[in-house]
């Protein structure tokens, strides 16, 4: 009589939760991983290269006033001037990175849903069908981010207000736009009506939900890494490495909660879609 082999392949070994999902995506389609990590790092390109750009003409500046070639005056009003460039600028690097991160949740998709992956087809569908929607969520997230950098503090209160208006913005409009980028990957639905289901979901799922949105503001802090070679060596690797995962695990949250507040009596049919183990 043939033993099955203690390694054979069981139905129990399938993920029976998106946590399983998670890791055994991870486990089975690492270099798929590799590929998106590399291709978010090339759509990254132009950020990383205008981020550089306003390093160097900050160290500029600092460099100038030490020497005395420049008052404080001057070198204030010089660095604000170069902020708000480099966040006017970084609003076509943040659309730019829209279309690439289009062609990345489709495929992430595909990957945790257990469906075929055909990793250039599928990042192109999703360019191609998503794109738009994604351009419009990162050009307004450009634009406000644009708008609170202008603004400049005058004194201790002025500055600690600016704080609080700038915190405040980023527990609002950050979830936002992240479960429309889940949404819009999912369901056919138009802005205005992805915004409104988003801003609904957010305040449905706010104590599970700002977690996520806390996790996904951990990579600011790369910015403020003064050694600069640490810096951009921290910044591919994030790309590479990290991002596609972060992306992931937020597709896999933003199902659940699909699940719970959409699924169960519009999408049966998407209801814990790639649990297979269920």
């Known amino acids: ?16 939760n998106r946590r399983e999902v998670f890791f055994d995506c991870v486990k089975l389609r690492f ?25 160097s003409f900050d160290a500029n500046i600092y460099i100038q006033a030490s020497g005395g070639a420049m008052t404080e005056e001057q070198a204030s009003a010089a660095a604000q001037s170069g902020n708000f460039i480099f966040n006017a600028a970084a609003v076509a690097c943040y659309a730019l990175l829209a279309v690439g991160l289009a062609g990345v949740i489709r495929v992430i998709r595909q990957i945790i849903w257990a469906e075929g992956v055909f990793f250039r087809q599928d990042f192109f569908d999703g360019v191609r069908l998503n794109g738009g929607q994604y351009v419009v969520l990162a050009f307004f997230s450009g634009l406000i981010a644009l708008l609170l950098s ?3 503090p005058v004194d201790r209160t002025t500055a600690v207000l600016l704080a609080a208006v ?30 409104k289901n988003s801003a609904v979901l957010y305040l449905k799922s706010l104590p599970t939900t700002l977690p996520f949105v806390v996790v996904f503001c951990l990579p600011y802090l790369i910015t403020l890494i003064p050694v600069l070679i640490v810096k951009y060596v921290a910044l591919i690797v994030f790309c590479l490495l990290v991002a596609p995962l972060m992306l992931t695990a937020w597709l896999l949250y933003a199902c659940y909660i699909f699940d719970k507040f959409i699924n169960k009596e519009n999408f049966p049919e998407l209801m814990d879609k790639g649990i297979l183990g269920k």
Do not use: E, W
């Open 1 to 16: 009589m043939l033993k099955q082999n203690s390694h054979d392949f069981q139905k129990s070994d399938l993920p029976k």
């Open 166 to 195: 700038r915190f405040s913005a980023v527990l609002v409009f950050a979830p936002i736009t992240l479960f429309c980028a889940a949404q819009t990957a999912v369901y056919k639905n138009g802005l205005i009506k992805t915004v």
């Open 31 to 55: 270099l798929s991983f590799l590929g998106l990590g590399a291709v978010i790092a090339i759509f990254m390109l132009p950020l990383i290269a205008i981020t550089f750009l306003k390093d």
């Open 150 to 152: 202008v603004a400049a």
